[in-house]
Nanobody, 121 residues
Framework: QVQLVESGGGLVQPGGSLRLSCAASGPIVKINTMAWFRQAPGKQREFVATSTSLGITNYADSVRGRFTISRDDAKNTVYLQMNSLNPEDTAVYYC???????????????WGKGTLVTVSS
């Protein structure tokens, strides 16, 4: 069974930085798109950033210029470098990936359980 496990969340002061990681494990043939989403208290889950297997990235307008998504395909890991954090970035951050677990099956979409980021003084 493919699993995604996030790490790196925590409490940070406004203006600070954090780096989130998400490692995929299990039977993996190929990982296509990897992405980060977030869900703030009382709000719906929203898109943050995505990275395709070709290295094409895209960001939500609210984080563009402050957050950077990157991936290490050798480690089946995606990262989210978050700079200039503000209280509005407080949320549970979820990893999402399209993973092909077998040569005989189409890719499937997986979610991690999330890691909490709190931006507060």
């Amino acid at each position: 069974q493919v699993q995604l496990v996030e790490s790196g969340g925590g409490l940070v002061q406004p203006g600070g930085s954090l780096r989130l990681s998400c490692a995929a494990s299990g039977p993996i043939v190929k990982i296509n798109t990897m992405a980060w989403f977030r869900q703030a208290p009382g709000k719906q889950r929203e898109f943050v950033a995505t990275s395709t297997s070709l290295g094409i990235t895209n960001y939500a307008d609210s984080v563009r210029g402050r957050f950077t998504i990157s991936r290490d395909d050798a480690k089946n890991t995606v990262y989210l470098q978050m700079n200039s954090l503000n209280p509005e970035d407080t949320a549970v951050y979820y990893c999402n990936a399209d993973v092909q677990a077998s040569f005989y099956r189409a890719p499937a979409n997986y979610w991690g359980k999330g890691t909490l980021v709190t931006v507060s003084s």
